[in-house]
């Protein structure tokens, strides 16, 4: 009997020692996941971010072209006013000196 109890201790000593063993496996397996799960995060996240720039960087590019084209249709209007009030000076210049010289010599008041 006592080499049956000598036995079972035995198996019951090995049988701890694997479950030591698998303990161990466990915690180094869980070490590497948790490892490679931050990497993989931190490679997504990476990722993200240069997606992000990129569509930022388009947006931005088409902003400033939009802008850029408003800016040429505000000034070809401007040059277009600037035209008008030229000529609406011209016109208007003969009059205005008249009605200067009138109100120098004093035939206006």
């Given at each position: 009997?006592?080499?049956a ?21 466990a915690?180094e ?55 008008r009030f ?21 035939e206006?008041?």
């Amino acid at each position: 009997m006592s080499t049956a109890i000598e036995e079972t201790l035995k198996a019951l000593t090995e049988f701890e020692a694997q479950l030591d063993s698998a303990k161990a496996e466990a915690s180094e397996a869980k070490r590497q996941m948790l490892r490679m799960a931050a990497e993989w995060a931190e490679a997504a996240k990476g990722a993200a971010v240069a997606e992000a720039q990129k569509i930022a960087s388009e947006a931005l590019a088409k902003a400033k072209k939009e802008a850029e084209k408003e800016a040429e249709s505000i000034a070809k209007k401007g040059d277009v006013a600037v035209e008008r009030f030229k000529k609406a000076l011209a016109t208007q210049r003969p009059k205005a000196v008249e009605l200067v010289e009138e109100t120098l010599l004093g035939e206006r008041s």
